[in-house]
């Protein structure tokens, strides 16, 4: 299940980043007084009362675009609030109740979604000042008062917005289905393989890069299992993200990710490795996905005897911060090897899964330590005295020792991949969590 998301909007210079960055944590948000700062994809997990939820922050007027300050601003709401479970509205105190302000309040009340409407920058405790009541006219309700550089009744917005979540909410598929993202560049061919795979024209297919705007559900049922596949609008580099609504393709490529179970990073094989690739990836790997390198339109490219072991090569350089991914080389024109790929969708996706009893990790902790001694320094040698695996999607194991500072990167490294060669947990992430003992989680 994908967490609910909340979308901030409202015109620029309101606060939205730094309220944004107060709500999240941390300083994710570029906050400047200049309109359209915020232009990069800015979508990051808030934590409140022990549940979690996805925050996106929108962006400004940006500043070389022709259109209207309002049409700018109804179709960057409008986008915003298509996913969003909840709306937080924010207006500005010290500039009052603005024209943008009202028509962007019919628009949302309009939407149907649920809105929290934020008063930013009350920086004085106590009473808020008597021009607060003055957004009682926009007709969404009791306004909250907030600061944001102080943080000052952050925690009643979110008490407000977590009040209009249904978190016992669940999505209507089988549970037994593979939820599967396709994600990858524009046009490399994303939308053909989720009809080939399909069996039919579910996707529209074109070859102008960015034709999916959105994140689409196939559910798919044959002698594999039962899949849905949610193919995503390419995730392109942010500099060439000039419009609003490609800044909310990227977006919903992330949400996919999020929603997911195994991501299939598609590549052109006539193009080959591209840096974007690379992030596209990294964001899968972040989340701890399990992963397939699909090299698509193979039909497309001259071939001898060498040539797919050549590009296998290449590949593994490319993904050397992937080492366990697998690779496949497929057409999604002429479906060569689209069957095994479901093959791979399936194994990749239990070795995600996969649970290993405490028993056989610390009889490979043994015999690790007694092949590779565990390093010293100044006269300390470091101890593990056990390991247990904590978690699944992804994998992840914690090793309980004397002192972390003496567990060095290279050897939880190595100590990862006794585990791979003895274990495999091919295409998945593993972590690795290292506590001293008696150290609370």
């Known amino acids: 299940m994908s967490k609910p998301l909340i979308a901030i909007v409202g015109r620029p210079n309101v606060g939205k980043s730094t309220l944004f960055n107060k709500l999240v944590g941390a300083r994710v948000s570029i906050v400047q007084d200049t309109p359209g700062v915020t232009r990069d994809r ?21 500043p070389h675009s022709t259109d209207t300050i309002l049409s700018q601003m109804r179709r960057q709401a409008q986008l915003a609030i298509e ?33 929290v409407l934020c008063v930013n920058k009350c920086d004085q405790l106590g009473e808020p000042r008597p021009e607060f009541y003055e957004f009682y006219n926009l007709g969404l309700g009791d306004p909250v008062a907030v600061s944001s550089v102080h943080g000052h009744g952050t925690g ?47 996707v529209i297919v074109s070859d102008i890069a960015g034709t999916t705007r959105d994140a689409t559900d196939t559910e798919v049922e044959n002698q594999y299992g039962k899949f849905i596949f949610i193919d995503t609008a390419g995730i ?14 990227v977006l919903r490529a992330y949400m996919a990710v999020d929603r997911s179970e195994v991501c299939v990073i598609v590549l052109d094989a006539t193009v ?12 899968a790997h972040e989340q701890g996905k399990a992963c397939i390198v699909a090299v ?21 350089v490319d993904f050397s911060f992937m080492s366990y991914v697998p690779f496949i080389f497929i057409s ?74 003496l567990f060095h990167f290279s050897y939880q490294r190595y100590l990862e991949n006794q585990i791979r060669e003895t274990f495999g947990l091919e295409g998945t992430p593993v972590r690795i969590i290292v506590r001293e003992r008696g150290e609370k989680d």
Request: net charge neutral; with cysteine; hydrophobic share 35%.
């Open 236 to 249: 392109r580099r942010k500099s060439r993200v000039d419009e609003e609504i490609e800044r909310y393709s």
């Open 83 to 115: 996913r969003a479970d909840v709306i937080i509205f924010v207006v500005d105190l010290q500039t009052g109740v603005t024209a943008t302000d009202q028509d962007v309040a019919v628009m949302l009340q309009k939407s149907g979604k649920p809105v």
């Open 42 to 62: 800015i979508y990051y997990e808030c934590e409140w009362r022990s549940k979690s939820v996805m925050l996106v922050d929108t962006g400004g007027i940006e």
């Open 296 to 316: 698509n339109k193979w039909d497309a490219v001259e071939k001898d005897d060498r040539t797919m072991q050549e590009f296998r090569k290449k590949l593994e």
């Open 332 to 405: 999604a024109k002429t479906g060569q090897r689209v069957d095994k790929l479901y093959e791979l969708i399936n194994f990749v996706n239990a070795q995600n899964a996969m649970r290993i009893s405490t028993g056989k990790l610390n009889d490979l902790l043994a015999n690790a330590a007694a092949r590779v001694q565990p390093p010293t320094d100044k006269g300390k040698r470091l101890r593990i005295f056990y390991c247990t695996q904590a978690s699944t999607r992804p994998p992840t194991f914690v090793f309980f020792c004397n002192n972390k500072e």
């Open 272 to 283: 080959g490795f591209t840096e974007q690739d690379s992030k596209v990836a990294g964001y």
């Open 156 to 202: 009643d917005l979110l008490d407000a917005c977590y009040e209009l979540i249904d978190f016992d909410k669940t999505e209507d598929y089988d549970e037994e289905a593979v939820r599967v993202a396709i994600i990858g560049k524009p046009n490399v061919g994303k939308s053909s393989l989720v009809n080939r795979m399909a069996g039919e024209e579910r």
